[in-house]
């Protein structure tokens, strides 16, 4: 069976501190990892996947298979990353356009 | 491109009622994923399906619950006989033929709420 585990539900932050969202995942196989940003009255979007190995916004996130985990980093956080993440996972290239497990999401306010 | 489209956008229904939500993919997309997110928690799947084809219904209840996605038209999640517990938001996503492209572009929801 495949999980996510996002630990933190809110995550409150001062405008340019360093920001982690944390998420671990169990699955036997290799998954694709991926996280999903909701702004507010906003539609769920990707925010990157962890084979892109890219930046997006500031953001990053490392696979790591041994902690089975994909945490997501920002060293300055900003304002406007104030949203929902949403830490998500599919089952890996042997499986052909399949479902997305979701943690239950962090919601990360960052403050002036 | 239009983006995923889900309608309608908030519906309302008393207990017993049907509900019918649609989904138009994205140009191009000919998969289509179903998700309910049940207050305060997260995005649970529930159905996928490519073309006149149902490929993963694991995670649908087994009563009262269907999906289509036909040869032409929007994909459609039924609820028959609603029930207070399926107040949730329900959210479509697509993704593109290509297996290997597994990116799922999200609609914005359609906000059930049962009386």
């Known amino acids: 069976a495949q999980r996510v585990t996002q630990p933190e539900k809110l995550l409150s932050v001062f405008k340019g501190a360093p920001v982690e969202l944390k998420c671990n995942y169990s699955y036997s196989g290799s998954p694709e990892l991926f996280w999903y940003v909701q702004y507010s009255r906003q539609r769920l979007q990707l925010l990157l996947r962890h084979i892109s190995r890219e930046s997006i916004k500031g953001f990053t996130a490392d696979l790591n298979k041994g902690e089975t985990s994909f945490h997501l980093k920002k060293p300055f956080a900003q304002e406007e990353d104030s949203a929902m993440y949403y830490c998500?996972?599919?089952?890996?290239?042997?499986?052909?356009?399949?479902?997305?497990?979701f943690g239950e999401g962090t919601q990360l306010t960052v403050n002036p | 491109n239009a983006g995923v489209m889900q309608n309608p956008r908030h519906l309302v229904r008393r207990r017993g009622q049907e509900a019918r939500l649609r989904c138009s993919p994205m140009k191009g997309h000919s998969h289509v994923y179903w998700y309910r997110q049940l207050p305060e928690e997260g995005l649970k799947f529930m159905v996928y399906?490519?073309?006149?084809?149902?490929?993963?219904e694991s995670g649908m209840p087994k009563e009262r619950f269907s999906a289509e996605f036909p040869k032409e038209g929007p994909s459609i999640l039924r609820i028959q006989q609603v029930v207070r517990g399926d107040s949730a938001a329900y959210f479509c996503?697509?993704?593109?033929?290509?297996?290997?492209?597994?990116?799922?572009?999200f609609g914005p929801g359609t906000r059930l709420l049962v009386l």
């Open positions: 399906l490519q073309k006149e084809n149902i490929i993963d």
């Open positions: 996503a697509s993704s593109q033929r290509d297996p290997k492209a597994k990116t799922q572009y």
């Open positions: 998500a996972l599919s089952p890996g290239k042997e499986t052909s356009g399949s479902r997305l497990t």
